[in-house]
């Protein structure tokens, strides 16, 4: 493998200062650890909350290529110190996560490992964490992963919701919608993209964009959300010539002049205004002003977090809060599968302040998510789920390869990283889960590796909700 390990720079100039930086940050996390104990102590104790009920509502937060060390990096920035860091040859019988303290509200809830490999994979906890290289092999793309994680199916990679031979499999939002609830996909990426069309399309080619498009618009979900607009660039400008990459002429046409029965929204006003509860909808197609992703793909040098101009643009969170107030018209419950995209599209990058950004932004979007559970429903009806379909980039420790080395940050800089790939990894992921139902998640823990702890596999959450608690009746 090449080495494509790139530090950023420190902040301080000299090894004193930094060392004297360092001690300062220390403390400071340790005040900022401290707030973040009484806020959560404030909140309750999530995972006592757990239970074995049937949930109504099933909320699927993913960010794509979101492994553990893309949440660490953006706890660093936030708040100098983070969970997850491992130092040492790699050596299962002596490695070990660090100690550190939660920063994210979820990090408190019920959590897990989970593996992500295509069909014919595998994933061996002693090989991982014996040989860096390991986990450079075998791994999922976007496609697989999401069918795995939307129908219970492992399939090969570049399949979306069919299985290896081509068969369709029924993914969740179907299931839900079966069962008499509503169901809908919100990301920060065209809106047909891998993880979006793995809940709503069943296609052999996950590059069949316009095929897909027609499929989703032609479907039943009743909220669809997402960038991959034909009118604008990447900068969210106005194109003269428009690019039908993402969907067809005809079926932009049919769906933004309301031949649907979809309602069109497209300007930051029309999702802003879905969210405050301005405007309410049956069935909303929110497709943003930006042709690939709402802020990634922009222009600029990207050397810090929110550098550069960013695009004018509504946030993941403000979509999500619009398909909450949507879904939930439903008395009978939904089935809402929120992405941040782009996490995995900077991890392709190795743009570590990109990466940050685009985690802050998911985190955001869990935190409406969290707010809206509390205050318009309960954990006792409410299912949540904040996980990763895979990881992306092998983002880790500044003196990684051959050893694993601890990222390290201060609050408001830039963590100090290395990327070890520009593709996928098939390291195991984390899954944050918290509601009604999530015992039942617990109880499908399929293995242990020896740093991450207990896993379950990418197939068991649509096995127990479609297995257990959202069982079709005989026909
Ligand atoms: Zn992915």
Redesign the pocket.
């Known amino acids: 493998m090449s080495d494509r390990s790139q530090q950023t720079p420190a902040a301080s100039g000299s090894a004193t200062s930094a060392a004297l930086t360092s001690i300062a940050a220390a403390s400071m996390a340790l005040l900022l650890t401290g707030c973040l104990a009484a806020q959560s102590a404030e909140a309750g104790a999530p995972s006592a909350e757990g239970s074995s009920d049937a949930p109504k509502n099933v909320i699927y937060m993913i960010g ?2 979101m492994g553990y060390n893309h949440v660490a990096a953006t706890n660093l920035y936030e708040s100098g110190q983070t969970k997850y860091q491992v130092e040492g040859e790699a050596d299962p019988d002596t490695l070990e996560e660090l100690p550190a303290e939660p920063v994210q509200g979820y990090e408190e809830w019920d959590s897990v490992a989970m593996s992500t490999y295509p069909e014919g994979g595998s994933y061996d906890g002693e090989e991982a964490w014996s040989d860096r290289e390991y986990v450079n092999e075998g791994f999922t ?2 496609a697989a ?1 999401g069918t795995a994680m939307a129908t219970g199916t492992k399939t090969e990679n570049g399949k979306i919701g069919v299985d290896s031979s081509g068969e369709p499999l029924e993914n969740l939002s179907e299931r839900a919608i079966d069962t008499g609830r509503s169901a809908g996909v919100v990301t920060t990426v065209p809106f047909n993209h ?2 979006p069309a793995a809940w709503a399309a069943h296609n052999a080619d996950r590059d069949d964009y316009t095929g897909m498009a027609t499929e989703m618009i032609d479907g039943d979900l009743d909220v669809i959300m997402g960038a991959g607009h034909p009118e604008y660039d990447d900068d969210a400008e106005h194109l003269d010539t428009p690019d039908y990459e993402y969907l067809s002429e005809e079926d932009y046409d049919r769906v933004s002049s309301g031949e649907t029965d979809f309602d069109f929204i497209e300007d930051n006003t029309d999702f802003e205004d879905l969210a405050t509860g301005q405007s309410t909808a049956e069935r909303v197609f929110g497709l943003a002003q930006a042709g690939s992703t709402l802020q990634y793909e922009r222009d600029g040098s990207s050397d810090e977090v929110g550098g550069d101009e960013m695009n004018d643009l509504i946030d993941l969170s403000t979509m999500s809060q619009g398909a909450l107030n949507t879904l939930s018209q439903n008395d009978d419950g939904f089935h809402l599968m929120i992405e941040g995209g782009a996490i ?1 599209w900077a991890g392709h990058g190795n743009d570590t302040a990109r990466d940050v950004e685009e985690v802050l932004d998911f985190n955001e979007a869990v935190d409406t998510v969290t707010q809206w559970v509390e205050e318009n429903s309960s954990w006792e009806e409410t299912l949540v789920i904040v996980t990763a ?2 990881e ?1 980039g092998y983002l880790g420790g500044p003196d990684d390869d051959p050893d694993h080395s601890p990222m390290t940050g201060e609050p408001d800089e830039t963590p100090e990283v290395s990327w070890s790939s520009e593709d ?1 990894t098939n390291a195991l992921v984390p899954v944050f889960y918290r509601g009604a139902g999530s015992d039942a998640l617990t109880e499908k823990i399929s293995g242990t590796d020896p740093v991450r702890g207990d896993y379950l596999d990418n197939t068991a959450i649509p096995e127990v909700l479609m297995e257990e608690f959202w069982v079709r009746e005989e026909q």
């Open positions: 794509d290529g793309d976007s992963a891998a993880t995995d379909d895979h992306t996928h």
